[in-house]
């Protein structure tokens, strides 16, 4: 079992920045893969980016050069740098963890004034 706690939302202008955490307890050695998701109201959740346990990074063509996943191992932490933000990024953003299920986070809110 694995629990993931995301935290770093806010209200930020277009253009800004902000930085996702995602802290992660549990079977921490058993992820294959930690992902962020995000959910704008009336849109079905998407995939924002991905890491695998092996290092390898995926993005969504709509974040691709603006957002970056990363891990400090040490912490047993994800993050999700999201510059030069736009009013559509607005979304509740969620940590996922794979480890042949998958285990959501709580989210957390992200708005971006235009």
């Known amino acids: 079992q694995v629990h993931l706690v995301e935290s770093g939302g806010g209200l930020v202008q277009a253009g800004g920045s902000l930085r996702l955490s995602c802290a992660v307890s549990g079977s921490i050695y058993s992820i294959n893969a930690v992902s962020w998701y995000r959910q704008a109201p009336g849109k079905e959740r998407e995939l924002v980016a991905t890491?695998?346990?092996?290092?390898?990074?995926h993005y969504a063509d709509s974040v691709k050069g603006r957002f970056t996943i990363s891990r400090v191992n040490a912490k047993n932490t994800v993050y999700l740098q999201m510059n030069s933000l736009k009013p559509e990024d607005t979304a509740v953003y969620y940590c996922a963890a794979d480890i042949g299920r998958i285990y959501w986070g709580q989210g957390t809110q992200v708005t971006v004034s235009s």
């Open positions: 890491l695998t346990h092996g290092g390898n990074t």
